[in-house]
């Protein structure tokens, strides 16, 4: 289970990939996603031939099955396919959607493969329908038996990849385009620059039982992301606005205060922050003699595509001679990024509505867990930094982000 459990720490596999729910705990075996608990139920309703869903916890996996998982490379790169052509009046249902909304959405995206390039839609695995609500409640068409054992996997499988050569995903941008998508039925293969998987064979199992409490995860072209830090994803939406090379947006970036920061003078320090983002460098004024400054200052920089780490540095102000080091700590941006995308255009909706978060793991500087919220149709995020390279000290920064107009 080792490897699925890299698989689900993956920063675009620890939110749903259907509803932006964090922490699913239920998959696609043979779509390739994670879900939670809600939307599990609706993929159960589509039958084992287009969805069939195990729990990452209470389920036996087979080899195959992780395999598969990893050839897919994630809800990043299956979103990338099913989300592909998503109507710019299509929105994404939220965690708490109601089961109509959650149910139409899943149904269209998977059932129906509304949102997949035309050349990949299978008549086979799309139902017919109605814009009269009496007819939506008719009984389907009759359709072919489910597959058994492994290949119903193969089967959905096919119906995505079918009369195309190979399947390529480019992930090197958090908003870039994919470039082209093909198919190959023996194949799938991942251009993976920021996240790396394997690619492999298909894989089927029994499902599982949900349990009381939920945490989800589907896949989405437009990624809710609780993120762990050093992955830069692929994300990709309708209506991405930047290619590769070009400005994902701007970031403001407050730095609010350093605690118990080192000696480096007699018995104190000048302190001042210095950020860098890219080629942009940006600095705070000094304070005199103070281990616990407060600057409250804002810095604008542009989010370069790909998106880098924020690194921020601290050092001591020296008339005389060179400025000494008193800590560093970097922040990756994707999460913050990904959440931002993923609710475009919903922000007037919110009040104060946490829309993602950044875990602090060994990996990282955070000190503990990052909320990324809307607050007031403002996309922000306190993070509290502890310094590397130092006995101690601590940095609060908050960001803000702003998306391209």
């Known amino acids: 289970m080792d490897r699925l459990k890299k698989l689900m720490q993956q920063p675009d596999n620890r939110w749903c990939a259907d509803c932006g729910a964090p922490n699913p705990k239920w998959a696609s075996t043979n779509i390739g996603v994670f879900v939670c608990v809600k939307c599990s139920t609706v993929h159960r309703s589509l039958g084992d031939e287009i969805s069939t869903i195990m729990s990452v916890t209470l389920d036996e996996w087979s080899d195959d099955q992780v395999d598969f998982m990893e050839a897919v490379g994630g809800n990043a790169s299956a979103n990338s396919v099913y989300e592909n052509c998503i109507p710019s009046g299509t929105r994404k249902p939220t965690p708490d959607a109601s089961v109509q909304a959650r149910t139409d959405f899943i149904r269209r995206k998977y059932e129906d493969q509304e949102f997949l390039k035309p050349t990949l839609r299978m008549k086979t695995t799309s139902r017919t329908r109605s814009s009269s609500k009496t007819e939506e409640d008719s009984p389907p068409a009759p359709s072919p038996p489910a597959p058994s054992s492994r290949d119903s996997m193969n089967s959905n499988r096919a119906s995505l990849t079918s009369n195309m050569d190979s399947l390529t995903i480019n992930r090197d941008s958090v908003t870039s385009k994919r470039d082209s998508v093909t198919s190959n039925r023996d194949s799938m293969t991942s251009n993976r620059d920021s996240l790396s998987s394997n690619t492999s064979s298909t894989g089927r199992s029994q499902r599982g039982t949900p349990p009381g409490s939920f945490s989800s995860f589907t896949t989405s072209a437009s990624l809710a992301p609780s993120l762990r830090s050093g992955a830069s994803l692929s994300h990709t939406t309708s209506t991405s606005t930047a290619e590769k090379g070009e400005p994902l947006g701007m970031l403001k970036v407050r730095i609010v205060r350093g605690r118990n920061l080192v000696v480096r003078d007699l018995l104190s320090s000048d302190p001042y922050v210095?950020?860098?983002?890219?080629?942009?460098?940006?600095?705070?004024?000094?304070?005199?003699?103070?281990?616990?400054?407060?600057?409250?200052?804002?810095?604008?920089?542009?989010?370069?595509?790909?998106?880098?780490p924020l690194k921020l540095e601290v050092f001591d102000h020296d008339a005389f001679s060179a400025d000494d080091p008193m800590g560093e700590a970097s922040v990756d941006l994707n999460p913050l990024i990904l959440a931002a995308q993923m609710h475009e255009g919903m922000f007037e909706e919110f009040g104060i509505e946490q829309i993602g978060r950044w875990l602090a793991t060994s990996d990282n500087d955070l000190v503990q867990d990052s909320n990324i919220e809307v607050v007031d149709g403002l996309i922000k995020q306190d993070v509290i930094l502890k310094l590397k390279n130092v006995d101690r000290g601590e940095l609060d920064v908050s960001l803000e982000w702003v998306p391209p107009s």
Do not use: F, H, Y
């Open 274 to 308: 210095a950020a860098t983002l890219g080629t942009q460098s940006a600095k705070t004024k000094v304070v005199n003699r103070n281990l616990n400054p407060i600057w409250d200052e804002e810095l604008m920089l542009s989010v370069p595509n790909p998106p880098q």
